[in-house]
């Protein structure tokens, strides 16, 4: 019985035991299964205070990376002026310790005049030079003269014609077939090539055809004539005269190679290189041209100072970025379209007012279920959720109040931005925000426990700036703010494609909609200049049948050519003669001199003439005679036509 | 003469006549062609455009002499000719020379007369000479006719055969001049211009000067693509859809004579095609019988020698 009691104790106590062993163990995964972001009993995100090794590894890629050509504005005074602003200089002229020489110096020289400018966005100095500037809006013009120039003949094409009489068409083309004539050469370099080679080679006649080809198709590029091959060499001065300077060096040259293709000139060396120095600078001139314009561009776009790379300018993130992936952190660009985070991310950065809704969703439910965010200015979405907003212009005038912090050092914290946060509730409450970093009371930086997981909200998003991390202690706060590295850190804004559910809206977020649509309405020209079809191409329909009387006065040319008046009177005298008798013979044959008296009375004609006119038109019905076109005929047939109408003949 | 010099005249003469023929700087120019290629002009101009006095400056500038015959439907081919008169003091007949005998005729309104009148001065024109009565006698060189038509009037006409209009080098069309050429030549008569007095125009010429300016024209190379060029050109009036009767070989001859003695007006001694290209239409227009379908169209000669110039491929062309 003791042993069974004992057995059962002694189970008992190892199914307590195992119990036991069992709770410990859960509570083990639970805390392991627990964000990483979170402490156990801690109301703010893991943080990585630096210690001394830390801080001098800093100070060393600051140095290094300060020094680098991405953030031309620490070392080089152009640059530096270019890009110095007052939020900029309110930064770098602190007290605190500066590391890029090149905008304190910029800064100091000129403060007064930005406190003295109303704008924050004022600049100074900016302008490369006056010869840069005439060049720049120099290009432009010649730019604009060239886009014109091309557009011109469609301009005019589309201008309504003058009111002039339409010539008629040249009619149909001659029907004999034309033997294919082989293709011709109608690139001005190859031409120029061939030129060239074939002067070496001493056929100077294909040397001359080369070099007028290349001349004709020189023109023909620049739309200066049409070139065709039934075109004359005078036809091509004659288009060339609204400029006779052209018109005139061409005009010598065409009759240089006139000389040698029709003339009693041989193609010499001599006569070569003469067309070569009078075609080559008409050929080459619009090259040179060309250049010109395109030139100052290039100069514009030389130099490291001229880089448009946002991220390298004083408000950039390229510093950041670097030193985060210098400490082994992964930094990535979300777009965060599917509405998820990836799965290795493990803390957002969000930038800026701009980012569409959808995105907050997606970074505020992410953030519930244990993510931590940071965000860089407040927005209507995370007033709502947070309810917690910036006000104000509070420029901070000295280093920010800072948390309390496991550091060996305190930090000498910049904010350049003038804007404080306002808190939902009051500090020390249970559910109030940690304050991060205060400035004179009003709170800067703040963490808020969200749901699983937690947003810091900042101010002002000047903090992350290339410049404001070259001033103080900002990028070690910086850092320690983003905490130990693990996971990525995904980058979240409009200008990551922040998660616009449509293409137009990303194209608008990354402002390529200007570009965009000067594409599209540069490929409608092409395609209207090249006489593209935007439809089935249909031929006009022709003219199948013609009307009965266009015959009929075809027929009477003829007549009228051949001078055949008294065979078309015999024609139609017996025509005449028969209606007249049916319409009032009533049947029965009428004489002559009956069918007169019936006419008379119908029409009211005198029967004497009526009598003439009958006689007449049987004579000519029963022997025409030889013609001679004699007018009368044509009167006799009129005279006729007026018995028939008004007897109830056909009008 | 060499062709600077020939092209140097030629200018000249141009520019004392345009002085008092205001505006009509491309009818004197084809004149003068026509001159130089020993050819006769048949000129098509409602009336006061100019065509007399053309004729008659040109007989002042260049030297030579100048009758008008004005056609009407009782002139007799012997008004044109000349005919023999019995003279009764001598005592047999002496053959009294018709205006046909001058180096330049100015044959108006050819349309008006008969046939039969037509053909006597035809004949002169072709033959350079002139038989009556079974004698012939050579007419004068340089000799030219100009002979003009009124496009409007068609009533008591007598239009030229298309046989006949084939013997006239050139159909030239007159225009109205310009506006600026209308004012400058009522500012002429302001002043004081007379048509009928052309003393104040200068004679740069002579008889012997032209017929050697004329043989000028056989210093002028013509290269065997140009010959092509033009028979080219001729032949592709022979195929015309729209055409009943193309042109002749006479047409290809009088294509190559002008195109010659455009190349000595421009100061050149070889032809180029445009020089065929440019007066194609004054050498085609009135050798071509379009169909009476293509006329009703409205489709006129010049229509049809467009088409066939854009379709004919230009020798030496790099297109």
């Given at each position: 019985m003791r042993l069974a009691f004992a057995r059962r104790s002694c189970m008992v106590s190892v199914r307590r035991s195992r119990l036991a062993l069992g709770f410990a163990a859960l509570a083990a995964a639970l805390s392991f299964a627990v964000p990483a972001s979170a402490e156990e009993g801690s109301s703010e995100p893991p943080r990585a205070p630096l210690d001394v090794d830390a801080r001098e590894r800093l100070e060393r890629d600051l140095s290094r990376l300060v020094a680098g050509p991405e953030l031309a504005f620490c070392h080089d005074a152009t640059e530096a002026m270019r890009r110095a602003n007052r939020e900029v200089c309110r930064v770098v002229l602190t007290n605190a310790r500066q590391r890029c020489p090149a905008m304190a110096r910029a800064c100091s020289a000129h403060f007064a005049e930005l406190e003295s400018n109303g704008s924050d966005e004022a600049r100074f100095g900016q302008v490369p030079g006056a010869l840069g500037s005439i060049l720049f809006w120099g290009a432009l013009v010649l730019l604009g003269a060239a886009v014109l120039r091309f557009l011109w003949p469609l301009l005019e094409s589309l201008a309504p014609a003058p009111d002039v009489v339409q010539k008629p068409s040249a009619g149909p083309s001659p029907t004999e077939p034309t033997t294919p004539r082989p293709p011709q050469e109608s690139d001005v370099e190859r031409l120029l090539a061939q030129a060239e080679r074939a002067r070496n080679e001493g056929r100077f006649e294909h040397a001359v055809a080369a070099l007028y080809g290349a001349l004709v198709h020189f023109l023909g590029r620049e739309q200066l004539i049409t070139v065709e091959p039934a075109r004359t060499n005078g036809d091509y001065l004659r288009e060339l005269s609204p400029q006779p300077e052209l018109a005139a060096s061409v005009r010598q040259a065409f009759r240089s190679v006139e000389r040698v293709q029709f003339g009693h000139s041989e193609a010499t060396a001599e006569l070569c290189s003469e067309l070569w120095s009078r075609i080559l600078p008409i050929v080459k001139g619009g090259v040179a041209l060309l250049a010109l314009v395109l030139l100052p561009h290039t100069l514009i776009g030389c130099g490291p100072r001229a880089s448009l790379n946002p991220e390298s300018l004083p408000n950039g993130h390229h510093l950041l970025t670097k030193l985060l992936r210098e400490r082994g952190r992964e930094v990535r660009h979300l777009a965060l379209s599917t509405g998820e985070v990836d799965d290795d991310v493990s803390q957002l950065l969000v930038f800026g007012r701009d980012t569409s809704p959808e995105v907050w969703s997606t970074v505020l439910a992410w953030a519930e279920e244990g993510g931590s965010v940071i965000v860089t200015e407040p927005s209507e979405e995370l007033t709502r959720a947070l309810h917690v907003d910036r006000e104000g212009s509070f420029a901070c005038t000295h280093a920010l109040e800072l948390a309390p912090r496991a550091l060996a050092q305190s930090l000498t914290v910049i904010d350049a931005g003038a804007r404080r946060l306002r808190l939902p509730d009051a500090p020390g409450s249970k559910s109030a925000p940690r304050v991060e970093a205060s400035c004179d009371g009003s709170a800067r930086i703040a963490t808020f426990h969200y749901g699983e997981g937690y947003v810091t909200v900042l101010a002002n998003p000047e903090l992350f700036g290339n410049i404001s991390l070259t001033v103080g202690d900002n990028a070690a706060f910086v850092l320690e703010l983003f905490g130990p590295p693990r996971g990525a850190l995904g980058l979240v804004g409009s200008w990551t494609?922040?998660?616009?559910?449509?293409p137009l809206r990303a194209l608008q977020n990354a402002g390529l909609s200007a570009l965009m649509l000067e594409l599209l309405v540069v490929l409608l020209v092409f395609f209207w200049h090249r006489g593209a079809a935007f439809g089935i191409p249909r031929d006009p329909s022709d003219l199948a049948r013609r009307a009965f009387a266009d015959h009929v006065r075809a027929l009477g040319r003829s007549y009228a050519r051949a001078k055949a008046n008294r065979h078309a009177l015999s024609q139609y005298a017996g025509f005449a003669l028969e209606v007249l008798r049916e319409r009032f013979g009533r049947g029965a044959p009428l004489s002559l001199i009956d069918l007169a008296g019936e006419v008379a009375r119908r029409t009211g004609e005198r029967e004497g003439e009526v009598m003439r006119l009958l006689t007449e038109a049987h004579e000519a019905a029963q022997d025409p005679g030889p013609d001679h076109g004699h007018p009368a005929d044509l009167q006799t047939i009129e005279k006729l036509e007026t018995l028939l109408y008004p007897s109830g003949g056909p009008q | 003469m060499n062709v600077e010099e020939v092209s140097a005249t030629l200018k000249r003469l141009s520019a004392e006549i345009a002085r008092v023929l205001v505006g009509q700087d491309t009818l004197i120019e084809h004149t003068l062609i026509g001159l130089l290629a020993r050819g006769h002009l048949l000129i098509e101009g409602v009336p006061g455009l100019g065509k007399t006095l053309l004729v008659r400056c040109l007989g002042r500038v260049l030297g030579l002499s100048f009758r008008r015959i004005q056609f009407t439907p009782d002139l007799m081919p012997s008004d044109v000719t000349g005919s023999n008169v019995y003279s009764e003091a001598e005592g047999r007949f002496s053959f009294v020379p018709g205006p046909v005998f001058a180096q330049l005729v100015l044959a108006d309104e050819i349309n008006r007369a008969p046939a039969k009148t037509q053909s006597a001065l035809l004949e002169a024109m072709q033959d350079r000479s002139v038989t009556v009565d079974g004698e012939t006698r050579a007419l004068p060189a340089p000799f030219l006719v100009l002979a003009t038509q009124n496009p409007v009037e068609s009533q008591g006409t007598y239009p030229l055969p298309e046989a006949q209009l084939d013997r006239f080098l050139l159909k030239l069309e007159v225009r109205h001049p310009t506006r600026q050429a209308e004012a400058n030549m009522l500012k002429n008569y302001l002043a004081g211009f007379d048509p009928t007095d052309l003393g104040a125009l200068t004679v740069l010429s002579s008889e012997s000067h032209v017929l050697e300016m004329q043989r000028a024209l056989g210093e002028v190379r013509v290269a065997s693509e140009i010959l092509d060029y033009i028979t080219d050109i001729v032949q592709r009036t022979r195929s015309h859809p729209a055409l009943t009767l193309g042109a002749s070989p006479r047409a290809s001859i009088a294509l190559l004579c002008v195109a010659r003695a455009r190349a000595l007006w421009e100061g050149r001694d070889f032809v180029t095609p445009d020089d065929v290209k440019s007066y194609a239409h004054a050498v085609l227009r009135h050798r071509l019988l379009l169909q009476p379908d293509a006329e009703l169209e409205g489709t006129t000669a010049d229509h049809c020698i467009d088409g066939i110039l854009r379709d004919t491929v230009v020798p030496g062309t790099s297109a």
């Open positions: 494609g922040g998660g616009v559910t449509s | -």
